[in-house]
């Protein structure tokens, strides 16, 4: 039974139930009900730490949402980050309702549809900030945010209970490049007239003073341009559409063409292109295929890969692997993101590869090339004296900085009558609120699942996923011995397989080839990635995936161990 029909619930209830984001970075998820309807907010991704093998993404657990199907009457989303969009097509079919987003979050969602063969029909409904939308007893209006894309919203939701205000991702930049400033207006408006609840980001709380803004970056840009000779190669996030505006304006003033490369970068680059959010000048973008064509001193390639994801393309590079964009001495190569916790690793040994091919290395400890897209401390409390709600739930944050805006929220408010409550509330928890208040009720079911693309393994742990994946399919493990210093194959790859059904007489030649395959994909790859484990175990288990797929229609675990000699 799910919790919002608890005997000690009053009726008319207020009730309001994150999925994920509070407590954990990424997730973002959040149930908000009257009665009989229910609407969501987001619907984001997390991804994945190195050491949980065959997993793509994890998403929040739906079981929540499943048991109130035909409750849930419309989503809504802030803006159109993974983290806040990516489980977009896990949520869909368990309603009927309209998704709500900016134009710039709708078109992001479309080609994830795409993927996962899913029909939205007319069901995508694009807003612009000020507009507002009627979903049964609530009233939603978008608000603008800024942050390190374009087309942001917060959320003023009017319910039976009263205003809740959901503030989505943001920084309050003054100086926005696309001229749409922070509606601190509405703010302060809403606050007048009277806030129940404010749901806020907490990430940067942690930061003094003010984030920089987006156009901070541009001096130290400056410089790398007018100091490299070779090729500049920028790594950031493809949803950086704001870095990639300054760096196209940067490269017309310094007479390079512009180069995206990386699948989502050219993918967001193209949608930002087409909806205006990214102006290139005619004659100034190439393809990643053109880059040989030009001098290097003329180009400038944006790429993905600023966490060293192995399949991106900025690793690629590094490890001379890329078919179009090669590294030499005269080339500089700038990291323009923040390291997610967890992705330090792969940084450090991308960085390791780029040091090999000669090229300098820019990262934000050594210039100003990055900003954060979250507002610091004083912008944090900018908002929270702006809404003056009589309830504060911090959200979107580890438990340390939701504990820590929460403090900062008790100070702000300091002294404000009727005295502010805060409610600090993790993944799961019901958050009520009637005629006598506000609580945090009964936990509802909340956790994650793992996502693993091929649609194998769906589950809320590791264990569970792995259960059904070895029951499934089986596993094989590939030992493979390879020499320390050259990477080379030593002896035989060998096969063992547990739970593997293929047909009788097929198993000896199915491993035979397999072994082919793992010495062929050793010995095409060069010295430093066969030397890398964490790359060549990676290459190895896609390759066998593929190779296993193929030949028996079946998609066992695969487990490479590489031993080195």
Not at 47 to 70: M, N
Not at 320 to 329: A, I, Q, T
Not at 465 to 471: E, V
Request: glycine share 8%; hydrophobic share 45%; with cysteine.
């Amino acid at each position: 039974m799910n919790q919002s029909a608890a005997p000690a619930v009053s009726p008319a209830t207020l009730e309001v139930v994150p999925l994920g984001g509070l407590g954990e970075f990424g997730m973002n998820m959040m149930a908000v009900s009257w009665e009989e309807t229910t609407i969501l907010i987001d619907a984001g991704v997390m991804f994945p730490e190195p050491d949980q093998l065959g997993v793509d993404l994890i998403i929040p657990d739906l079981a929540y949402l499943e048991s109130r199907r035909d409750r849930i009457k419309a989503l809504v989303l802030t803006h159109g980050h993974e983290d806040h969009i990516g489980a977009v097509p896990h949520v869909l079919p368990l309603f009927d309702g309209p998704v709500y987003g900016t134009a710039m979050t709708l078109a992001l969602i479309e080609p994830k549809l795409e993927e996962h063969a899913l029909d939205a029909g007319d069901r995508l409904k694009v807003v612009k900030p000020r507009d507002v939308v009627s979903v049964g007893p609530f009233s939603i209006e978008f608000v603008r945010v800024t942050h390190s894309m374009p087309d942001c919203v917060a959320l003023a939701i009017t319910t039976p209970a009263g205003v809740i205000v959901h503030t989505g991702d943001y920084k309050i930049d003054q100086t926005p490049l696309d001229g749409e400033h922070f509606d601190l207006h509405r703010f302060a408006e809403l606050g007048r007239q009277g806030v129940l609840a404010l749901f806020a980001d907490s990430t940067n709380v942690d930061r003094k003073g003010f984030t920089g803004p987006e156009i901070e970056v541009i001096d130290a840009f400056e410089e790398l341009f007018t100091s490299t000779h070779g090729k500049l190669v920028v790594a950031t996030f493809s949803s950086s559409i704001y870095r990639m505006q300054i760096l196209v304006d940067l490269a017309v003033q310094f007479e390079r063409r512009v180069a995206f490369v990386g699948r989502s970068m050219m993918k967001n680059a193209e949608i930002a292109q087409r909806l205006g959010f990214l102006r290139v000048p005619a004659g100034v973008q190439i393809r990643d295929a053109d880059v040989p064509s030009y001098a290097s001193q003329d180009v400038l390639c944006i790429a993905t890969g600023s966490q060293g994801e192995p399949q991106a393309a900025l690793p690629r590079i590094a490890i001379d692997d890329h078919r179009f964009v090669h590294l030499g001495p005269d080339d500089t190569v700038v990291f323009s993101a923040r390291p997610i916790p967890g992705n330090e690793k792969a940084i450090a040994r991308t960085i390791s590869h780029v040091a090999r091919r000669g090229a300098d290395i820019v990262t934000e400890s050594i210039k100003h090339v990055h900003v954060s897209g979250h507002g610091s401390a004083e912008e944090l409390k900018l908002v929270l004296s702006l809404v003056r709600p009589r309830y504060f739930v911090p959200i979107h944050g580890e438990y340390r900085q939701l504990a820590q805006h929460a403090r900062e929220a008790q100070r702000v408010m300091a002294g404000v009558e009727p005295k502010l409550q805060v409610l600090l509330a993790e993944d799961g928890d019901t958050i009520q609120f009637d005629r006598h208040g506000a609580r945090i009720g009964e936990k509802a079911p909340a956790g994650r699942v793992l996502i693993d693309v091929t649609r194998i393994g769906e589950v809320g742990d590791e264990v569970l996923r792995d259960r059904r994946h070895l029951a499934g399919d089986g596993v094989v493990v590939a030992v493979v011995a390879i020499n320390r210093q050259t990477g080379a194959l030593v002896g035989e790859p060998e096969m063992v397989a547990r739970g593997f059904v293929v047909g009788e007489g097929e198993a000896a030649s199915i491993f035979k080839d397999a072994a082919g395959v793992v010495a062929e994909c050793i010995e095409t790859s060069g010295v430093e990635e066969r030397t890398d484990q964490g790359l060549m175990t990676e290459k190895l288990r896609v390759e066998l995936r593929r190779f296993f797929k193929k030949r028996s229609g079946r998609r066992p675990l695969v487990l490479p161990v590489l031993m080195e000699i």
